[in-house]
């Protein structure tokens, strides 16, 4: 497949919606047992691409979601360290993000953020190293790849002041603002993306966001193995699950799913090396 061109697959039956999940931790030890198979399923599914997301398994396995990436041709990966993680973060870990940033299948730095909700680790060294981060990225051209948690005050100042300047946007991943926070980002650059909770019943305030948000800045994902959408829900996610989120924002914004997943497409092809999604 090429990467330029929204083309749909086909099947036996006729065209199938071409997909992404632009935020999967496939380096979690809950796909151990059976990781191939669930990236097979996720390409029968119609998934055009995937990205796997550093964090999940923590600072000293910054390099897991790249060896992943480096099996598949339309598999990427970003390199960072979460929030919860931060306490952990030390020079080593700089160097060696600076370092697996040089190979080309690395599209982000992320995911990175403030989490206020676990408070795994302080909050004034959340903020530190997220900065830290954040000059990383800048330094290596690319953009950045965003969590945050009960933390949008904090982490919409750092940002203005530390990355908007950059001019190079990111991805909010797992979006679970406002449409205040959605405006701000948007503005500096940045790429909105659903998860499995759109789903939700209860998630009444976030499906508005949803049907706000420009075609063109949307995103989706699954965060698996976490918050698998309805009628999974409960279960282990994984990249196949993402036809739900997409089916979800299909209805909020009165389009076909299969519209809705070549938007997401094009819009994360985009945003890879070259496409120049930016400020």
């Known amino acids: 497949m090429t990467r330029t061109g929204i083309e749909q ?23 151990d047992a059976d990781r191939e198979a669930v990236i097979e399923r996720a390409r029968a599914a119609g998934l055009r691409y995937l990205l796997v997301a550093a964090g999940g398994t923590g600072p000293d396995h910054l390099d897991s979601p790249l060896a992943i990436a480096e099996r598949y041709d339309w598999v990427y990966a970003s390199v960072g ?14 160097a060696r993000i600076l370092k697996l940033a040089q190979n080309p299948k690395v599209v982000a730095v ?55 300047p950059a001019g190079l946007g990111g991805i909010l991943h797992c979006f679970t603002g406002s449409r205040e926070d959605a405006r701000r980002f948007l503005d ?61 924002l299909a209805k909020l914004r009165k389009l076909t799913e299969e519209e809705i997943g070549h938007q997401v497409v094009q819009n994360f092809e985009k945003f890879l090396p070259g496409g120049q999604v930016r400020a």
Request: charged content about 25%; some cysteine; overall charge negative.
């Open 81 to 94: 360290v979460h929030p919860h993680e931060a306490r952990h973060f030390t020079d080593s870990h700089a």
């Open 188 to 248: 500096w650059g940045f790429l909105i993306s659903f998860a499995g909770n759109l789903t939700f019943p209860t998630a009444v305030d976030l499906r508005e966001v949803a049907r706000q948000i420009p075609l063109d800045r949307l995103l989706i994902e699954t965060d698996c193995p976490y918050l698998a959408p309805a009628p999974y829900r409960g279960k282990r996610n994984e990249p196949a699950y993402v036809r739900g989120v997409a089916q979800e």
């Open 9 to 31: 697959l086909t099947t036996d039956n006729g065209p199938r919606t071409v997909l992404l999940d632009s935020h999967a931790h496939l380096d979690d030890a809950a796909f």
């Open 110 to 164: 992320g995911e990175i953020g403030l989490d206020y909700y676990r408070d795994h680790s302080p909050r004034d060294i959340q903020r530190q190293v997220l900065i830290q981060q954040m000059e990383l990225a800048r330094g290596l051209g690319l953009p950045i790849i965003i969590h945050c948690r009960d933390a949008w005050a904090d982490l919409g100042e750092t940002a203005r002041t530390c990355w908007k």
